[in-house]
Structures are given as C-alpha cells and as structure tokens.
C-alpha cells in the first residue's frame, strides 16, 4: 500500500520554506547525492569489482546517511547542522569508517567551537553561508581531521 502523497515532494516543500539561507546553501546537492547513491548501491550490489570512483561515491553516500543521523534527545542547532553538511559536501568525512563517522563528526563541532567560536557564532547571526564562510568551515574540519 502506498500513501496518497508523495511525501518526500511534500516534506522537501515545506521544509525548504522553513530552512534558513545557511541551511538550504550547506544542503544545495545533499537530496541529489543520495539519490544517486541510492541508485549506484542498488546498482552495484551483486558486482565485487568496482572501479575507484564508484567506490568513492558508495562511500560518501554511506557517510552522509550516517551524518544524517541525529543523536536521540539532543538535536543539532542549526550551526551544527550547516558545519557537518559542509564538511560532508566538501568530502571531508571520506576514508573514515562508517562506525566512526558520528564520533568524528561530535570530534569537529567541539573543535570548531573551541578553535573557531567566530564560525557558529556568525552562522547564528547572519543565517547565511558566503562562500568565505564555507571555505574556513572545510578547512577547519580538514585541520581536525590531519589531527585525528
């Protein structure tokens, strides 16, 4: 059986009307990215050889359905929220295991907002993402990541 809407449309609509600028610029490619990796894993599932790229994207997918998890009673505040989609964006979060991918991503936001406490603070009062923003977000989480 199949509800009367579509609700991934109806959802999509809604919640984008509701996102903030920084939201909606951090998750611009993040519905299409997982749509193809949807696609490539079914795809992909009774095939061992892989080539190099398509082994990239399986893993970036599985990285971000891991991001997308949010820990039980406590909700990621917005800058939170458009920290972890950059760093996922911008591949940050490959080569590392899918079990350790939510520690890693609790690792960052502490060391971004002990490190860098101007980056959620201007996410929080400005609720937009310029691209300069974006870029010092990437490069803290690469910094956080060579230290790991």
Same mark, same amino acid.
């Given at each position: 059986?199949?509800?009367?809407?579509?609700? %991934?449309?109806?959802v999509?609509?809604?919640g %984008?009307?509701a996102?903030t600028?920084?939201?909606?610029?951090?998750?611009?490619?993040?519905?299409?990215? !997982?749509a193809q990796?949807?696609?490539?894993?079914v795809?992909?599932? =009774?095939?061992?050889? *892989?080539?190099?790229?398509?082994?990239?994207? *399986?893993s $970036? %997918?599985?990285g971000?359905?891991?991001?997308?998890k949010?820990?039980?009673?406590r909700?990621?505040?917005?800058p939170?929220?458009?920290?972890?989609? +950059?760093a996922?964006?911008?591949? +940050?979060f490959l %080569?590392i295991?899918k079990?350790?991918i939510?520690p =890693?991503?609790t690792?960052? !936001?502490? $060391?971004?907002?002990?490190n860098?406490?101007d980056?959620?603070?201007?996410?929080?009062?400005?609720?937009a *993402?310029?691209?300069?923003?974006?870029?010092?977000?990437?490069?803290?989480?690469e910094? $956080?990541?060579?230290?790991c």
């Amino acid at each position: 059986m199949r509800p009367a809407i579509n609700v %991934g449309l109806s959802v999509s609509r809604v919640g %984008g009307a509701a996102q903030t600028k920084a939201m909606k610029k951090a998750s611009g490619s993040i519905r299409i990215d !997982l749509a193809q990796y949807r696609e490539m894993a079914v795809f992909t599932q =009774f095939s061992s050889d *892989l080539d190099p790229a398509t082994k990239e994207q *399986l893993s $970036y %997918g599985e990285g971000l359905m891991e991001l997308l998890k949010q820990p039980l009673c406590r909700p990621l505040s917005m800058p939170e929220q458009v920290i972890t989609l +950059v760093a996922a964006t911008r591949k +940050v979060f490959l %080569g590392i295991e899918k079990k350790k991918i939510k520690p =890693f991503q609790t690792g960052l !936001l502490d $060391y971004v907002k002990e490190n860098y406490p101007d980056i959620p603070e201007e996410l929080e009062r400005e609720k937009a *993402l310029a691209a300069e923003l974006a870029d010092r977000i990437a490069a803290a989480a690469e910094e $956080y990541k060579s230290r790991c």
